[in-house]
């Protein structure tokens, strides 16, 4: 899933060489002092995710920038915009309203609890799958033409480590050392 925040860090790949890492100002930097012609794919590099990175357009830096500054401006929305409350629909059964509604400080204040101690009972399980999702969405863009790929992709997600270490091993380093950082916490599943 594409996140709507702007990335850390990228990473980025031609030719599945490694040619540039770190943030967005670094690689836009390196690759603007690029003598090669050689295609690159630019990855977010915690997400996995492929970016559009256009190094001759200036706009997304700016267009970051300025939207920033107009944040401030914006008219108030429902919730409480200062304190990162924000308000979504939420569709329920109406036996759920009426549970919520039951409860102590009403329904956002349950919905909120339930979603706290849900994301801290799931923490460990939300990492492994997360950290599977990154290498599958970096594997996906960059390595689906070599060799294993669908088998790598299967031990992946079925946490056999060992397997898809067998399976990458005759990829090109800097996309197995890139694999193996995006795909640590994904081997702690129990």
């Keep these: 899933m594409p996140s709507d925040t702007p990335p850390g860090n990228l990473i980025v790949f031609a030719a599945l060489k490694c040619i540039a890492q770190g943030s967005t100002a670094d690689v836009l930097a390196q690759l603007r002092v690029r003598k090669d012609d050689t295609p690159y794919l630019v990855f977010n590099e915690q997400t996995g995710e492929l970016l559009d990175f256009d190094v001759h357009n200036r706009a997304g830096i700016v267009a970051h920038a300025a939207s920033a500054e107009t ?8 919730g409480r915009p200062r304190l990162g409350v924000v308000a979504r629909e939420v569709t329920l059964l109406p036996r759920h309203w009426d549970w919520l509604n039951r409860q102590p400080g009403g329904a956002s204040v349950a919905l909120r609890r339930l979603v706290q101690e849900a994301s801290r009972v799931n923490a460990d399980r939300d ?20 060799p294993g790929f669908e088998e790598a992709t299967r031990a992946l997600f079925a946490g056999e480590r060992e397997r898809f270490d067998e399976l990458v091993a005759a990829w090109p380093e800097d996309i197995k050392a890139h694999l193996q950082r995006l795909s640590a916490a994904g081997w702690s599943a129990a």
Excluded at 71 to 78: C, D, I, M, Y
Aim: without cysteine.
């Design 71 to 78: 944040s401030e401006e914006t008219p108030r929305g429902v």
């Design 127 to 146: 990492a492994v799958r997360a950290s599977r999702e990154a290498a599958y969405r970096f594997m996906t863009a960059i390595a689906g033409a070599l």
